[in-house]
């Protein structure tokens, strides 16, 4: 039989709390796993299940950060358990927004296609049914894209070759098909071949040589993906255009046909090609007494999805802002009302405040270089890491303001303002995981 309890021994006051962190943390793998079971597809195809994800993430930190809780057990008698635990949930914050990026440069889902995408013949032929253009005479066009290149936040530069087969009557001077993106000219230059078919059609192919304007969704950068598409408009009344899938492979988007197999992608690599059907709308006549204002016209795309070779830009913007990040928290040690400890170090109030406006200045002119890479009128993921920065440094001045007032607050005044830097890392992290959940899984 055990001994009997000893009514002199303190009882442990933290055992009910440790019951309930444990069961606690027992619940969020439950919902997480539960989160989890609906994610059926590979790392490359999460990203469509974003809630989900998100709520696995949010869950899996919080519970394992309570086991870490339950295992190191710490408490402000043993700073060092502190440390290990802070050290915890800023490495679990950190790993989960590690997951994130990977999930997202491995994304290769087909969106941002325009229209309706085909990938054969029949699929075109039943798209143009119902949109009742079954009837109208059909001009089997197909291009090869040999480069791509962005000349500014906007435009992009394509060259490669295009190709129609048209009726042995037709005019084959100049290609049948209108680009409507194209800023320099009709964008289809000069005639390279022509073939006679066994039906009596003939294969016209043309170089394609054009700078096409389109709006780039900048949101995630350095993560993001685009997508390049290249409208193309029917000249002649009464056709249509429709990619020429006999001159193709069978289709597959990720083959990524339609590009010339030694295309140099420099930071970019594509990861789908699509040829999609849809409808342009002018809102106007163009002149025509037979159309409407509201009369659509028929156009056939073109889609290159790339993504971007994120590494490279990440570190780029990273490096000098973990420098920071990492000097902003070395003025914490100096921090101190010790009046030889201070006298050595050569603190003051002012010396640490100095420090952060400089620190906040470099971070500026960095926050402005990057709106001025991006070209973008809206917020991009990475300047999160300059806000993030700017918060911090904030709270580091403030800090040393009410560390080295008269009337300070209590926690601040313990083990010489070990709280600050023992929440230091946690809340950059915890910081960086939410505005990355936000902006890819919400």
Not at 147 to 162: I, S
Request: proline share 6%.
């Amino acid at each position: 039989m055990p001994p009997p309890a000893d009514p002199h021994q303190p009882r442990d006051r933290w055992g009910g709390w440790r019951i309930a962190l444990a069961v606690a943390a027992a619940t969020l793998f439950v919902v997480a796993g539960g989160a989890a079971a609906g994610i059926d597809g590979p790392v490359h195809e999460v990203l469509q299940h974003g809630g989900r994800l998100a709520v696995v993430l949010g869950c899996s930190v919080v519970g394992l950060a309570l086991v870490a809780w339950l295992l190191l057990r710490p408490t402000p008698a043993k700073p060092s358990s502190l440390g290990w635990f802070s050290a915890a949930v800023s490495a679990l914050c950190l790993l989960a927004t590690v997951f994130v990026w990977v999930s997202v440069a491995a994304d290769d889902t087909v969106t941002g296609a325009p229209g309706t995408v085909v990938t054969s013949q029949p699929q075109t032929t039943d798209y143009l049914r119902s949109e009742q253009r079954d009837g109208m005479q059909q001009i089997p066009t197909g291009v090869m894209i040999q480069t791509a290149q962005f000349t500014d936040a906007n435009n992009v530069r394509l060259t490669g070759y295009l190709w129609q087969r048209l009726p042995a009557s037709a005019d084959t001077k100049t290609a049948a098909v209108e680009l409507p993106a194209a800023i320099d000219g009709p964008g289809v230059g000069e005639q390279v071949y022509l073939h006679p078919n066994s039906d009596g059609s003939q294969t016209v192919g043309w170089k394609l040589r054009t700078t096409l304007r389109e709006t780039f969704d900048y949101s995630h950068y350095p993560l993001d993906s685009q997508v390049i598409w290249a409208t193309m408009w029917a000249k002649t009344p009464g056709t249509v255009l429709v990619p020429d899938f006999a001159a193709y492979p069978p289709w597959d988007p990720a083959q990524n046909l339609g590009l010339y197999t030694g295309m140099v992608t420099g930071e970019w690599n594509p990861h789908f090609t699509a040829f999609s059907m849809g409808e342009s709308t002018t809102r106007t006549t163009l002149g025509n007494p037979g159309a409407t204002p509201d009369s659509t016209i028929a156009a056939m795309h073109f889609s290159t999805g790339i993504t971007r070779e994120f590494l490279s830009p990440l570190l780029d913007r990273l490096i000098p802002l973990i420098v920071i990040t990492l000097l902003v928290f070395a003025s914490l040690f100096v921090v101190t009302m010790d009046s030889d400890r201070r006298s050595l170090a050569g603190f003051s109030t002012w010396t640490v405040i100095g420090f952060c406006g400089a620190m906040m200045l470099v971070v500026a002119v960095q926050h402005s270089s990057l709106r001025s890479t991006t070209g973008s009128t809206g917020i991009v993921y990475a300047e999160y890491f300059y806000f993030i920065l700017y918060l911090v440094i904030a709270l580091v001045a403030l800090n040393v303001v009410e560390y080295t007032s008269t009337k300070r607050l209590r926690f601040l005044e313990w083990n010489g303002n070990l709280a600050a830097r023992l929440l230091y890392w946690p809340l950059v992290t915890t910081l960086l995981l939410g505005t990355t959940v936000a902006v890819f899984l919400l």
